[in-house]
């Protein structure tokens, strides 16, 4: 996470009442003049130059705490405090002027910036954090302020423009993190062991002591090298708290370095007073940056460590609470090292958690080993994972489904080293499946034979008498010749409506049952079906068929037709087209179908009900012969659905192992 919310910033959740907004106000007030005083005690006489001016870095934290709402006043409360003290410290109005103008653009531009890129209170608990927080609070907005800020005083704009953006970029790093993160942080801090209060107590001691004995005792003669035994503590801050840690130690040691420099005491009370502040400003910096960093890959690595601890836990509970287990299998050793939870699943005689990839190989169902050792030897640099289902055989002579996914791990030659993965046993689910495919295979049937019965009903008795009826109407017709010439129009008529009728029922007993494919075969059924259909709307429907075999299983042939019906329904329906194309191809022991057509198509994932419907009709029926089904479409761009059925495997049934029934109950 980079961005957090603390109980303490109260007021970004909701609205203040008018006796809170006042509070906070003039808390605003109190704290921005007492930052205005820290930085003229701070300051360097008699250039008036600031090593670190604290004000703006303190006003833009607590706008990063509160609601927008609150700006303008926190704003201007907080600029009166400064306009203030300045009058008080006898600034001319000119360089009041340029420092509240500003004050205001960098104030502005790094509350601004940092809201909308961190969308609350930043966390500097990562690099991409911490590069983003850089960019905008220490170089974008004390940029800006130097640009203005820098007129207020007389002097070399260079050097004043360089003592400006360092003052605030100095601020912005050490003072505005260590603030947000103490508010931030402060619940969970609460909840930290005493060990841990013991061991910042001892950190922030130890770094005051040894600070005072630099910056204040050592006097003007102390060795440059001094300064690098501030390292270990620098390390121990950033190792053990993180960025927290690190911004208030370097504020520690930046408001001692400044106060012996700004005093003539410690390594920086150099006799110009301007390259002091300078050289100040540059170890400071240099100081808190690779700290910072290094805080915040700490962190980075610590938040990675727990979301892995956190994922291993969850695998864990899920492993646990189902059949499942997870493996490493060694190819040098050809050892396979288990999970415990494999125990229940195989219940094997000897310890089922260890053994080799050959003994287990030889436990895999005969009619699965070959495509498992494939799945298991097929594995390259390029396609490291597998997933594959196989049955596995236990002593006891039960079969169990095993649902097994893995992934490889090469070295830099692209042998394979070693395999880890996940098997569930699938057992109860394949049932489930069998039994929701026999169930379908049912209903499908009686469908079929319902369709069948009503067709043989409409074309052998209702046919038939409206055949009957046509033939009567037409013989009274011919036959009586005293009837007036409106009376013969409307029996001609009625015969020619009985004539249509009939038409209807015929094509309508073909629709419910295709006597021609019994007959005829798929090949001439389904191109006669795709001509009356193209008469029959306005479809122009194109039949193609190549490399058809002699013969093809009922099962195959009925479902084909089928689904070339429900697709070219589908077109008429939705899709918009005027051409459709049906193509019908053998390709040894395989037979594919293709339906396509160029009009609107649509989503498949957002399939509309109705289509979706008969989408999943297609789909079950293709699943009953073992085939195979794709419907592929965008809107505007046509669709393409693709049917492949195996011929070998058609016609026969594909239930689990008998004995499969048995390890599950």
């Known amino acids: 996470m980079e961005t957090g919310r603390s109980r303490l910033s109260w007021i970004a959740a909701k609205q203040p009442s008018p006796f809170q907004t006042a509070a906070l106000v003039c808390s605003v007030a109190a704290l921005s003049y007492l930052a205005a005083k820290l930085g003229f005690a701070l300051m360097v006489r008699p250039e008036a130059a600031w090593p670190l001016w604290p004000g703006c870095a303190i006003l833009v934290s607590v706008l990063l705490l509160v609601s927008r709402r609150l700006w303008p006043l926190l704003i201007a409360a907080a600029l009166a405090a400064f306009v203030v003290y300045d009058l008080q410290a006898g600034l001319p109005i000119r360089s009041i002027v340029h420092l509240i103008l500003a004050d205001i653009v960098e104030v502005l531009t790094a509350a601004l910036f940092l809201t909308y890129s961190f969308a609350g209170v930043p966390r500097l608990n990562s690099v991409r954090a911490l590069a983003k927080y850089s960019f905008f609070a220490v170089i974008l907005a004390p940029f800006t302020v130097a640009l203005v800020g820098t007129f207020a005083f007389p002097g070399n704009y260079q050097t004043r423009w360089k003592i400006s953006f360092l003052s605030e970029a100095l601020a912005f790093l050490t003072l505005a993190p260590a603030i947000l993160g103490w508010v931030s942080d402060g619940p969970a801090l609460a909840r930290k062991s005493r060990a841990f209060y013991l061991e910042a107590t001892a950190l922030l001691a130890s770094l005051v002591l040894l600070g005072y004995f630099i910056f204040e005792i050592s006097g003007k003669g102390i060795p440059p090298a001094l300064l690098y035994s501030l390292v270990p503590l620098l390390l121990w801050a950033a190792l053990r708290f993180g960025t927290l840690g690190v911004s208030t130690s370097v504020t520690v040691v930046a408001f001692l370095s400044i106060w012996g420099a700004v005093h003539g005491r410690g390594p920086f009370a150099e006799p110009q007073p301007i390259n002091r502040v300078l050289s100040l400003q540059l170890f400071l910096l240099a100081t808190a940056t690779p700290f910072m960093v290094l805080a915040a890959l700490v962190e980075e690595r610590k938040r990675d460590r727990e979301a892995l601890l956190e994922s291993e836990r969850r695998l864990r509970l899920a492993v646990r609470g189902g059949r499942i287990y ?255 194309t049906v193509e019908l191809s053998g390709h040894g022991d395989r037979i594919d179908l293709c339906i396509s057509d160029p009009g609107a198509g649509f989503t498949p994932r957002y399939a509309r009900p109705e289509v979706g419907l008969g989408l999943i009709s297609m789909r079950e029926r293709v699943r009953l012969v073992k085939g195979h089904l794709s419907v592929e479409s965008e809107p505007s761009h046509g669709t393409r659905i693709l049917v492949r059925v195996p011929l070998s495997a058609s016609g026969t049934a594909n239930p689990i192992d008998e004995q499969a029934r048995k390890a599950s109950a």
């Open 326 to 580: 997870v493996f490493e299998w060694d190819v040098a050793t050809d050892v396979i090292v288990r999970s415990g939870e494999c125990a229940r699943i195989f219940n094997w005689m000897h310890d089922p958690t260890r053994d080799t990839g050959r003994q287990f190989a030889a436990r895999v169902h005969p009619d699965d080993r070959e495509s498992y050792v494939a799945a298991e030897t097929g594995l390259s640099v390029a396609n490291p994972t597998y997933q594959i289902s196989f049955r596995m055989l236990r002593p006891d002579g039960s079969v169990i489904w095993l649902e097994d996914t893995g992934h490889a791990s090469f070295d830099d030659q692209g042998r394979l080293l070693r395999t880890i993965g996940m098997v569930a046993d699938v057992t109860q689910r394949k049932l489930t499946e069998e039994a929701l495919s026999s169930v379908s295979r049912r209903l499908i049937a009686a469908q079929e034979q319902e369709r069948t019965r009503i067709a043989r009903e409409l074309h052998d008795d209702l046919s038939q008498r409206m055949a009957l009826l046509q033939i009567g109407v037409e013989q009274l017709a011919r036959d009586t010749t005293e009837l007036a010439p409106q009376t013969r129009r409307q029996l001609r008529n009625i015969a020619k409506t009985s004539t249509e009728i009939s038409s209807s029922i015929h094509n309508l007993s073909h629709q419910l049952h295709p006597y021609k494919l019994d007959s005829l075969g798929l090949v001439a059924s389904l191109g006669g079906f795709c001509h009356e259909f193209s008469l029959q709307h306005n479809l122009q429907v194109q039949f193609i068929h190549r490399d058809i075999p002699g013969h093809i299983p009922k099962d195959v042939a009925l479902c084909l037709f089928r689904i070339a019906q429900e697709a070219l329904r589908n077109v008429v329906k939705h899709s918009g087209s005027t051409q459709a």
